[in-house]
């Protein structure tokens, strides 16, 4: 089992910045891959971005550029950095761990709310 934490979460003004944290616990040795999704009310929940073992990332296109995820491996924290944040991207944010292997077990945290006033 894994358990994620998240924090960071907040209210900013369109163009600012603010950087969401992510702490894994447990069996972490299992973990091939963090990242981090967002969900909109009544839109589907889509990747934002990933960052894997080996440190690869990627990032959904809307993001890239001005979103930037990073690991702390001795921590088993995750971040993400978001400047020039728009309003259209108040959502929901989740942190996600996917295990190793063919059926990947993924967990999620409870959530961290991102609202980006304009």
């Known amino acids: 089992q894994v358990q994620l934490v998240e924090s960071g979460g907040g209210l900013v003004q369109a163009g600012g910045s603010l950087r969401l944290s992510c702490a894994a616990s447990?069996?972490?040795?299992?973990?091939?891959?963090m990242g981090w999704y967002r969900q909109a009310p009544g839109k589907q929940r889509e990747l934002v971005a990933r960052?894997?073992?080996?440190?690869?990332?990627n990032y959904a296109d809307s993001v890239k550029g001005r979103f930037t995820i990073s690991g702390d491996s001795g921590q088993n924290t995750v971040y993400l950095q978001m400047n020039s944040l728009k309003p259209e991207e108040t959502a929901v944010y989740y942190c996600?761990?996917?295990?190793?292997?063919?059926?990947?077990?993924?967990?999620w945290g409870q959530g961290t709310q991102v609202t980006v006033s304009s």
């Open positions: 960052i894997g073992r080996t440190s690869s990332t």
């Open positions: 996600n761990a996917a295990t190793w292997g063919g059926s990947p077990i993924n967990y």
């Open positions: 447990g069996s972490t040795f299992s973990i091939s891959v």
